[in-house]
């Protein structure tokens, strides 16, 4: 909330979705979401899959994923172990 504009706020109307065990959902990058408090005895898990076009350009030479060692320096092509090509066109 504290990155959203008072326009923003006033028309923020969340809409809980509940997702069976397995299941997943996908999101807009610039898309607001979160989740509730888990209130269970099991632990939550999540994964995160980034997704962009072949040719993205890196635009930091700082640290991309906070504790991790993945750098790729500014201007350069993302790509390498931790960018493989998912779908190649050709």
Do not use: C, W
Not at 12 to 26: A, H, T
Not at 28 to 34: A, C, K
Not at 50 to 61: C, L, Q, R, V
């Amino acid at each position: 909330m504290e990155f959203m504009t008072d326009e923003q706020k006033a028309n923020f109307n969340p809409v809980p979705i509940e997702l069976k065990k397995g299941y997943g959902s996908f999101h807009h990058p610039l898309m607001i979401h979160g989740s509730y408090e888990n209130k269970s005895n099991f632990s939550r898990r999540a994964f995160v899959l980034n997704a962009f076009s072949d040719g993205t350009m890196s635009d930091t030479d700082g640290e991309m994923l906070r504790g991790t060692p993945i750098r790729v320096p500014k201007g350069e092509k993302m790509e390498g172990k931790f960018f493989p090509l998912l779908f190649d066109q050709k």
